[in-house]
């Protein structure tokens, strides 16, 4: 089976290509050749005016609630969600029932996701049933298949137990992912701490929560000499320790949602359930600041912290609701539609490539003799994403019928092209 993508832009810095409109053959799961102009035939052929092409996105921090929670999100829903969004690639948060905390759980999410569209790759815990105290199997975890290790949603609270986790991932260079919120201030918090928390008589949870466990984790980072990935970063303070900690040298990255960027406290003025996150939406200054960190590099990686939930988590009082948003389907178009002067190399950097480097994935190079993993693009086009087009089983998302600039055209994975409606 041959694919030709005919008259597309490469974003790719690491290709010859960069930057460069060619022809691109695929044969199977090969790309056999690029050129300037193909004159053979091939079985299917795609083309447009403003087309894209780039390595396959990487989301390094989703939740597919599987196992124990199929009826919010399951592997193969979840799955063909993220081929929608542009995933070729995405990470399995452990916070499931059974957590994933030992090699038959891991192994349990690569033998149930080897025939989806897309690659699933499952995070194992760093604490026992995320606990927070005592350290899981972390290297069996990773010599059946682990690609990263967190706590996820229950990030470590323990200082001890975070340092030996750093400590024990360098036998193996693996990465640590945390996502920073100190509980004991947060605890009881629905939103944002401030004025507007006061104004609306919701319990608040203030910056310094998260600004603390970021302090925190980048000393143990620097007394380690390991690596850490901090996820979910909502506050100015927190990024700018992040950028200080980058410019010292040491090997610690981080990543933003696409929600944070889009929403502030602000849009919680009339309680809507669907705007519940955690970490929360933070002030007009802080997400002005997220904005400019995606712009300067700051930020490694975007990942939507896909968080289904059921009708019942949503549809209910604001302190009674679930948090978090399905939002893998819409990240691309809510990045484009913000920062619409993002190249296509750096919106590649964001969705794929840097993401690639940080937790040791094939590159996925747009390059002859490669392993064809991409993703197809347009910064031109729209998305207007309906509930009814929805591949996810959960419909809680703020973005429903909302028309964002940017769109993805399709995935060519596992030796297979597809294209979204």
């Not at 200080?244 to 602000?266: D, M, N, R």
């Not at 302190?319 to 939002?327: F, L, M, R, W, Y």
Request: charged fraction near 20%; glycine fraction near 6%; aromatic fraction near 8%.
């Amino acid at each position: 089976m041959t694919t030709l993508f005919k008259q597309v832009k490469i974003a790719d810095t690491k290709s010859p290509f960069n930057g460069q409109i060619k022809d691109i053959l695929i044969e199977d799961h090969k790309i056999v050749s690029i050129t300037e102009q193909f004159s053979g035939k091939a079985d299917q052929t795609l083309q447009g005016e403003s087309f894209v092409v780039s390595p396959g996105f990487v989301d390094p921090f989703v939740h597919f609630c599987d196992p124990g929670m199929e009826h919010r999100e399951n592997l193969a829903s979840g799955a063909n969600a993220a081929q929608q969004g542009g995933y070729t690639t995405v990470f399995a948060l452990p916070n499931t029932q059974p957590v994933v905390d030992t090699k038959s759980l891991v192994n349990y999410i690569k033998q149930t996701c080897q025939n989806l569209p897309i690659h699933v790759l499952p995070m194992g815990a760093i604490s026992k049933k995320l606990e927070g105290k005592d350290l899981a199997e972390m290297i069996d975890m990773y010599n059946n298949g682990a690609v990263a290790f967190s706590d996820g949603l229950y990030p470590v609270q323990s200082t001890l137990l975070f340092l030996k986790a750093l400590q024990y991932v360098k036998a193996f260079d693996g990465v640590v992912i945390q996502m920073p919120i100190d509980k004991s201030l947060g605890s009881l918090g629905l939103m944002n701490e401030g004025i507007l928390s006061t104004k609306l008589g919701l319990p608040g949870i203030p910056s310094i929560a998260e600004e603390l466990i970021i302090s925190r984790d980048i000393e143990l980072l620097r007394y380690t000499q390991s690596k850490l990935h901090i996820t979910g970063v909502s506050t100015a303070k927190g990024m700018a320790m992040i950028a200080a900690a980058k410019k010292e040298g040491l090997q610690i990255s981080c990543s933003v949602t696409p929600y944070h960027l889009f929403f502030s406290e602000e849009d919680l003025s009339n309680y809507d359930t669907l705007l519940k996150v955690f970490p929360p939406l933070r002030t007009k200054k802080d997400q002005a600041a997220l904005l400019k960190a995606v712009e300067d590099g700051t930020v490694d990686c975007i990942s939507s912290h896909h968080m289904p939930q059921d009708w019942d988590g949503k549809t209910i009082e604001f302190e009674n609701a679930k948090a978090g948003i399905a939002s893998i389907e819409t990240s691309f178009a809510t990045i484009q539609h913000l920062l619409p002067q993002l190249t296509e190399h750096r919106l590649a950097e964001l969705f794929s490539s840097n993401a690639r480097s940080i937790f040791s994935l094939s590159e996925a190079n747009i390059q002859e003799g490669a392993d064809a993993e991409i993703t197809i693009f347009s910064k031109k086009q729209n998305t207007c994403l309906s509930k009814k087009d929805s591949y996810s089983k959960s419909a809680n998302s703020p973005f429903w019928d909302t028309t964002l600039n940017g769109k993805v055209i399709g995935t060519y994975v596992k030796g297979k092209l597809h294209l979204n409606n």
